[in-house]
């Protein structure tokens, strides 16, 4: 049955003691968990490194194998206007999980719906290790001002049989009185070094090694210390190439491809065309359902690499910053990514000129730039 | 079949005591030592000393509790409603309303009007007990404007029977018609003093162990919001286990302090301008999961302290900072914000 899992999913510890990298903070947790008075949890860190297997093994070493028993309900809630909102809700019996995405900007109804259901219900098994019942919150960085403001009184009033664990990237967005509520659990990113102990974990247990540890090394750097996609692109690895061999080429996404592409074809030339080129192909990978954001970042990050002079780097950088800001607070992504790259043309074929380097392309920059700009204006 | 999961409570009355009493133990600092009565309020003098005062009178006006978060503004108010109408029947007289409660206009009116009138029960024996119930919206400052004033009419309408309380952090987002009505009690952070004495008084009891530096450097990080010093004190003595010490270092563990070498990193890039050096110890920074608005508030401190660099440098680079601060409060990418501010200052510093 495990045979359809993916690699990530079939090998993901399930208890605390089969925990990789991190000892202290494993203990740490075990040790919280021991004790009775377990406190709300805020866990958070960079994506691929461990949290969302971190709180199911806390759950697991609270309630033991029952809370790894999950089951999916649709369940449905009703706003203050009438309407009906339908929720796939995960849960076992111990344990209730939701994802702050999946509501939009009702969520302080679902949540708290869903909170004073579960506080005024008690653990039905007698035998159960611990009192009260968890309810987790994914991604909790994405819930509305209105939500969090929503959590304060109820995470104190409810401390009697409720406890929270929020998930989520960064504590950046999360208001001060809710931090001030919980215990701040750091999970960062694994070290290199841990990461390809990892892999050579995996491989062994799937019996396709070696693994020489060099090319391991460079999965866990291009993976940017993602633990979840070095093990993706290990498994393509595998199905590219076995044995494994030291200077196998490392698997990338094709979409990262693509905008390598387009950040080689904007240093390239900087006119009109180009920029209707890029445009299609940011088209492109909104409509694959990349993430704007994502692809404003990465995008950047082909650019900046691409580029000599450190005060390029930064101005580029800079600009990057600036729209991927726009980008979150205004509607269409379309016009931000845009924007950002009418400008970094401007900006590139400006030093182009100050140094002597010669044009590539034809025509100017300077009305396309405004084009951008302008549409950019309109929008906010 | 969720079926399982939320069974309703069943009261099971031959070991409901037991049950309390364990679930007593359980609490987590923060809630168990809250304070029960008013005397058990740390540090707000001047609020304590004058409600007691009104208490006196029978007259209580309508109040209104602000102050920044973990200063005692819930607590004072149950506690003054357990010291008015006693441990039994304080449920019944008081009621409240949060931000997690539906607080439309039409919901709002409904709720008061139905708790206001349900009929005070008054023991006439017992004359220590005013005739008037106490209503608490507490994180009023989440209401929307058109919320609270129509709060103004309910208020003056149930005047007789009804107290309001209203609670929030921001008294600015407080309608003026609305805070003009009531007798405003600002909490300030807790002093020095007596967060120390209070921390000392839990540590006592759970029979923890601490180093002076270590109380002090609590309260410190904590910027006199007790709850957060209790929250980070039962933590840091759950890392160090029982019969240890809790050392500072402990401390800054827990209260998820930037390790200084991550910040001694940054601020060495602010007199390069080298893209790389920074894009090297912003992704560290970044992959070590720490929170860019802590980098930020520590960064910060460092620009305070240095003494290379002007006035007019420095009022620059709090500029850029203040952008980022804004742009992370929007949900922008926390590395490209670092690499930006950090770029911007290593232009203004090098
Ligand atoms: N002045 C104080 N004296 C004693 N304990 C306090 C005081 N202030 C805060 N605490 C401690 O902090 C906890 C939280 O306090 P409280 O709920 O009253 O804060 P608050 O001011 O309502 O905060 P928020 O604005 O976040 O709602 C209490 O349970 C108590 O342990
Ligand atoms: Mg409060």
């Given at each position: 049955?495990?045979?359809?899992?993916?690699?990530?999913?079939?090998?993901?510890p399930?208890?605390?003691?089969?925990?990789d990298?991190?000892p202290?903070?494993?203990?740490?947790?075990?040790?919280?968990?021991?004790?009775?008075?377990?406190?709300?949890?805020?866990v958070?860190?960079?994506?691929?490194?461990?949290?969302?297997?971190?709180?199911?093994?806390?759950?697991?070493?609270?309630?033991?194998?029952?809370?790894?028993?999950?089951?999916?309900?649709?369940?449905?809630?009703?706003?203050?206007?009438?309407?009906?909102?339908?929720?796939?809700?995960?849960?076992?019996?111990?344990?209730?999980e939701?994802?702050?995405?999946?509501?939009?900007?009702?969520?302080?109804?679902?949540?708290?719906?869903?909170?004073?259901?579960?506080?005024?219900?008690?653990?039905?098994?007698?035998?159960?290790?611990?009192?009260f019942?968890?309810v987790?919150?994914?991604?909790?960085?994405?819930?509305?001002?209105?939500?969090?403001?929503?959590?304060?009184r109820?995470?104190?009033?409810?401390?009697?049989n409720?406890?929270?664990?929020?998930c989520?990237?960064?504590?950046?967005?999360?208001?001060?009185?809710?931090?001030?509520?919980?215990?701040?659990?750091?999970?960062?990113?694994?070290?290199?070094?841990?990461?390809?102990?990892?892999?050579?974990?995996?491989?062994?247990?799937?019996?396709?090694?070696?693994?020489?540890?060099?090319?391991?090394?460079?999965?866990?750097?291009d993976?940017?210390?993602?633990?979840?996609?070095?093990?993706?692109?290990?498994?393509?690895?595998?199905?590219?190439?076995?044995?494994?061999?030291?200077?196998?080429?490392?698997?990338r996404?094709?979409?990262?491809?693509?905008?390598?592409?387009?950040?080689?074809?904007?240093?390239?030339?900087?006119?009109?065309?180009?920029?209707?080129?890029?445009?299609?192909?940011?088209?492109?990978?909104?409509?694959?359902?990349?993430?704007?954001?994502?692809?404003?970042?990465?995008?950047?990050?082909?650019?900046?690499?691409?580029?000599?002079?450190?005060?390029?780097?930064?101005?580029?950088?800079?600009?990057?910053?600036?729209?991927?800001?726009?980008?979150?607070?205004?509607n269409?992504?379309?016009f931000?990514?845009?924007?950002?790259?009418?400008?970094?043309?401007?900006?590139?074929?400006?030093?182009?000129?100050?140094?002597?380097?010669?044009?590539?392309?034809?025509?100017?920059?300077?009305?396309?730039?405004?084009?951008?700009?302008?549409?950019?204006?309109?929008?906010? | 079949?969720?079926s399982?999961?939320?069974?309703?409570?069943?009261?099971?009355?031959?070991?409901?005591?037991?049950?309390?009493?364990?679930?007593?133990?359980?609490?987590?600092?923060?809630?168990?030592?809250?304070?029960?009565?008013?005397?058990?309020?740390?540090?707000?003098?001047?609020?304590?000393?004058?409600?007691?005062?009104?208490?006196?009178?029978?007259?209580?006006?309508?109040?209104?509790?602000?102050?920044?978060?973990?200063?005692?503004?819930?607590?004072?108010?149950?506690?003054?409603?357990?010291?008015?109408?006693?441990?039994?029947?304080?449920?019944?007289?008081?009621?409240?309303?949060?931000?997690?409660?539906?607080?439309?206009i039409?919901?709002?009116?409904?709720?008061?009007?139905?708790?206001?009138?349900?009929?005070?029960?008054?023991?006439?024996?017992?004359?220590?007990?005013?005739?008037?119930?106490?209503?608490?919206?507490?994180?009023?400052?989440?209401?929307?404007?058109?919320?609270?004033?129509?709060?103004?009419?309910?208020?003056?309408?149930?005047?007789?029977?009804t107290?309001?309380?209203?609670i929030?952090?921001?008294?600015?987002?407080?309608?003026?018609?609305?805070?003009?009505?009531?007798?405003?009690?600002?909490?300030?952070?807790?002093?020095?003093?007596?967060?120390?004495?209070?921390?000392?008084?839990?540590?006592?009891?759970?029979?923890?162990?601490?180093?002076?530096?270590?109380?002090?450097?609590?309260?410190?990080?904590?910027?006199?919001?007790?709850?957060?010093?209790?929250?980070?004190?039962?933590?840091?003595s759950?890392?160090?286990?029982?019969?240890?010490?809790?050392?500072?270092?402990?401390?800054?563990?827990?209260?998820?302090?930037?390790?200084?070498?991550?910040i001694?990193?940054?601020?060495?890039?602010?007199?390069?301008?080298?893209?790389?050096?920074?894009?090297?110890?912003?992704?560290?920074?970044?992959?070590?999961?720490?929170?860019?608005?802590?980098?930020?508030?520590?960064?910060?401190?460092?620009?305070?302290?240095?003494?290379?660099?002007?006035?007019?440098?420095?009022?620059?680079?709090?500029e850029?900072?203040?952008d980022?601060?804004?742009?992370?409060?929007d949900?922008?990418d926390?590395?490209?914000?670092?690499?930006?501010?950090?770029?911007?200052?290593?232009?203004?510093?090098?």
């Amino acid at each position: 049955m495990d045979a359809g899992l993916l690699w990530v999913d079939k090998h993901r510890p399930n208890s605390l003691d089969k925990l990789d990298y991190h000892p202290d903070l494993t203990a740490h947790l075990k040790s919280l968990c021991a004790s009775g008075d377990f406190p709300h949890m805020l866990v958070y860190g960079p994506s691929g490194a461990g949290k969302k297997t971190r709180i199911a093994c806390i759950l697991r070493e609270l309630f033991g194998a029952g809370a790894s028993k999950l089951k999916v309900d649709p369940r449905v809630f009703e706003t203050p206007s009438k309407r009906k909102l339908e929720i796939q809700v995960t849960s076992s019996n111990y344990h209730i999980e939701i994802n702050p995405s999946d509501v939009g900007n009702q969520d302080r109804i679902v949540i708290q719906d869903l909170l004073k259901e579960v506080a005024q219900t008690q653990q039905l098994d007698a035998s159960a290790q611990k009192r009260f019942k968890v309810v987790v919150i994914h991604e909790a960085d994405l819930l509305t001002r209105d939500a969090q403001a929503g959590l304060r009184r109820t995470m104190e009033k409810y401390m009697g049989n409720l406890r929270i664990i929020m998930c989520c990237n960064t504590t950046s967005n999360i208001i001060g009185p809710i931090q001030s509520r919980c215990l701040l659990v750091r999970v960062g990113a694994p070290t290199e070094a841990a990461m390809v102990e990892v892999m050579q974990r995996v491989v062994k247990k799937e019996h396709c090694g070696p693994l020489p540890d060099s090319f391991a090394k460079r999965l866990a750097q291009d993976s940017g210390r993602n633990l979840r996609r070095a093990l993706l692109m290990l498994e393509t690895a595998k199905v590219q190439r076995q044995p494994f061999a030291e200077d196998q080429a490392v698997p990338r996404m094709d979409w990262e491809d693509f905008i390598k592409h387009s950040a080689v074809n904007i240093l390239k030339s900087q006119n009109a065309d180009t920029l209707l080129t890029v445009r299609g192909n940011l088209y492109e990978l909104i409509n694959h359902c990349i993430d704007p954001p994502t692809i404003l970042k990465t995008l950047a990050k082909e650019l900046v690499a691409r580029i000599e002079k450190d005060e390029i780097k930064m101005k580029v950088i800079q600009e990057a910053a600036f729209y991927e800001h726009r980008l979150r607070i205004g509607n269409k992504a379309i016009f931000h990514l845009e924007a950002f790259v009418a400008k970094v043309m401007h900006i590139y074929k400006k030093y182009k000129v100050r140094f002597g380097v010669p044009l590539l392309g034809k025509g100017g920059t300077t009305g396309e730039t405004g084009t951008g700009q302008r549409k950019n204006e309109g929008e906010e | 079949m969720a079926s399982s999961f939320f069974a309703k409570r069943q009261p099971g009355p031959s070991n409901a005591a037991a049950l309390a009493a364990q679930a007593a133990a359980n609490k987590p600092w923060i809630e168990k030592y809250r304070p029960k009565t008013m005397d058990d309020i740390s540090s707000q003098e001047q609020a304590v000393a004058v409600l007691k005062k009104t208490l006196e009178s029978q007259n209580l006006p309508h109040l209104l509790f602000y102050g920044p978060p973990g200063t005692g503004k819930t607590s004072t108010i149950l506690a003054l409603a357990r010291d008015i109408y006693g441990p039994e029947m304080v449920n019944s007289r008081v009621l409240e309303l949060n931000a997690s409660d539906e607080r439309g206009i039409q919901v709002i009116r409904e709720k008061v009007k139905n708790f206001a009138r349900s009929t005070v029960s008054t023991n006439t024996s017992d004359h220590s007990v005013p005739p008037y119930k106490i209503i608490i919206l507490d994180e009023a400052d989440s209401m929307t404007a058109d919320a609270q004033s129509a709060l103004r009419r309910t208020m003056e309408t149930y005047s007789k029977l009804t107290r309001f309380c209203l609670i929030c952090n921001y008294v600015t987002r407080i309608i003026e018609p609305l805070a003009s009505r009531c007798a405003k009690f600002r909490f300030r952070p807790l002093e020095e003093h007596h967060s120390k004495s209070r921390l000392e008084l839990i540590c006592l009891q759970e029979g923890v162990q601490i180093s002076p530096e270590a109380t002090l450097s609590l309260i410190r990080l904590s910027d006199g919001d007790l709850r957060k010093a209790i929250m980070f004190l039962q933590s840091a003595s759950r890392l160090v286990g029982k019969g240890k010490e809790i050392t500072v270092e402990v401390v800054s563990d827990v209260a998820g302090t930037v390790p200084e070498s991550v910040i001694d990193g940054l601020e060495a890039c602010w007199h390069t301008r080298d893209y790389n050096k920074i894009s090297t110890e912003v992704t560290f920074a970044v992959r070590e999961g720490h929170s860019a608005a802590r980098i930020l508030t520590q960064l910060h401190e460092r620009l305070l302290r240095n003494d290379a660099l002007t006035s007019l440098q420095k009022a620059r680079m709090a500029e850029a900072f203040g952008d980022m601060d804004k742009a992370l409060n929007d949900g922008a990418d926390e590395e490209l914000q670092l690499l930006n501010m950090m770029s911007r200052v290593s232009a203004i510093a090098a």
